[in-house]
């Protein structure tokens, strides 16, 4: 695999840890640049690495094959038109991490002509567990794909989608998710407690089933159902518990909050485009 010199606008969290995934793997740190305005957020990112930072996004894209913007949304519009003279006509490719913001904002800002990858991380990247879906305009070429897939392949698991609405659903599955996940296990702690653990016991408890749960669907080539399943006991306590989730209607609720969450990330982009 090649080593494209790749910059990083904005250094915040999802950057450092993909700066961090890239060096674990062996990524030579004089092809990573970051650029941020915030000398504590570069601080962080020279901690992990010889890499190089500075406070000039123009300064990071010369002559970068990779740029992948990594600020907030809500400033995605201004640093992408003050880098768009810089960027005209390199052929670099740009890979956006940002919720919520469209390929025709992108390229409105950046260029009809930029090649544009966008991305949907989740939190999980900063333990190197990551789950990220990603989207490529047609004048993406199969190398810059590739690129692509080995920066974000150095935080967890990557999924290309076809379509860019496709990017909604991630956002609702996996770029949300573990949100999800974090609210299941504090009901789940909560309630452990009142049952007479105290809160550390049932916390060690909930996180070890939850990594043991998402290690058996991981690592088995049996279906979430059939998993299920074998720890129901007919007659038994856990028969008792998924009897009480389904007629509290658990699967409507998942559905209406993950719709919940497309309907924002749609909102989001009409917000920001
Ligand atoms: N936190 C999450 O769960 C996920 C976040 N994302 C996306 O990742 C992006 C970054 O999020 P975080 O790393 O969590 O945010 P963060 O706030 O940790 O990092 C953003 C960084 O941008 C820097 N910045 C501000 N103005 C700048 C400018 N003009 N030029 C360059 N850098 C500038 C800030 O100093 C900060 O270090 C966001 O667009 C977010 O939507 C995507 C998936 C999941
Ligand atoms: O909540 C958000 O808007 C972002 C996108 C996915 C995770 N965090």
């Not at 990017?167 to 996940?181: E, H, K, N, R, T």
Request: some cysteine.
């Amino acid at each position: 695999m090649d080593t494209p010199l790749i910059a990083f606008i904005g250094a915040g969290n999802m950057a450092a840890s993909i700066v961090g995934g890239l060096l674990e793997s062996g990524y030579p740190a004089g092809r990573i640049r970051a650029a941020d305005p915030f000398e504590q957020s570069l601080a962080r990112i020279g901690e992990l690495g010889p890499v190089a930072t500075g406070t000039d996004n123009n300064a990071a894209v010369d002559g970068a094959d990779v740029i992948i913007l990594a600020v907030k949304p809500q400033i995605m519009g201004e640093v992408c038109q003050a880098l768009a003279p810089a960027l005209a006509g390199s052929g670099a490719l740009v890979i956006s991490i940002a919720a919520g913001i469209t390929i025709d904002s992108l390229r409105g800002w950046l260029g009809q002509a930029t090649p544009i990858v966008r991305c949907m991380p989740n939190t999980p990247a900063l333990v190197g567990c990551g789950a990220t879906g990603l989207y490529a305009t047609d004048d993406v070429s199969e190398q810059q794909r590739a690129h692509a897939t080995q920066i974000l392949e150095a935080v967890g698991l990557v999924e290309w989608v076809g379509a860019e609405i496709d990017l909604d659903a991630v956002i609702a599955v996996s770029g949300s998710g573990p949100a999800y996940f974090f609210l299941f296990m504090e009901a789940m702690i909560e309630h452990g407690e009142r049952l007479g653990l105290d809160r550390d016991t049932a916390t060690r408890l909930a996180q070890q089933t939850a990594l043991g749960a998402a290690r058996m669907a991981l690592e088995n080539d049996v279906d979430v159902v059939e998993l299920r399943r074998r720890v129901t006991s007919p007659g038994g306590t856990t028969q008792a518990a998924i009897e009480s989730f389904e007629a509290a209607g658990l699967r409507r609720i998942v559905q209406d909050a993950m719709q919940a969450a497309v309907d924002r990330a749609a909102e989001m982009a009409r917000e920001m485009g």
